[in-house]
């Protein structure tokens, strides 16, 4: 919870968007957890003005938040999240660029998480192993079709 979020003259808001890279400090609570401080690393300001990017980057967030553990630290899937980003950023992208994208990060992430690869790795048949494992659709796969 980052109390405060939402007033006009809060100094946090721009960096607690989608998106951002930041550190903060949390304090924990018997119910949810507050944000007291943020410090913005990195704004992806680009991803907000093109649709593309924004949806590409919001099927890596989504894939990260399913198939990682909650609360483990995992520097690893943190770099390459990092580093797919950055190039997300600096590349235009067209259809045939993001759906590239979405399987090199797909096979990246299933292999550094230790959940093998399917037989073929094309888009879908990715897209369907890893909604096997997390026993759901991915909420991206229906929104952001292009």
Do not use: W
């Not at 797919?84 to 998480?113: G, H, N, V």
């Amino acid at each position: 919870m980052a109390k405060g979020i939402r007033k006009i003259t809060s100094k946090r808001a721009c960096a607690l968007e989608l998106f951002s890279q930041v550190t903060m400090m949390v304090v924990p609570t018997k119910g949810m957890d507050i944000i007291t401080e943020v410090r913005l690393d990195n704004h992806h300001l680009c991803f907000s003005t093109d649709y593309l990017k924004t949806s590409i980057a919001y099927q890596l967030i989504e894939l990260v938040d399913k198939l990682s553990a909650e609360n483990e630290s995992n520097e690893d899937l943190y770099a390459l999240l990092t580093k797919a980003l950055a190039f997300i950023k600096a590349t235009p992208i067209s259809k045939e660029k993001m759906d590239a994208i979405a399987i090199r990060f797909k096979t990246r992430i299933l292999e550094l998480l230790g959940f093998g690869l399917p037989k073929y790795q094309s888009l879908e048949e990715l897209t369907s192993y890893i909604e096997e494992i997390i026993e759901k659709k991915l909420v991206s796969r229906r929104h952001f079709e292009v």
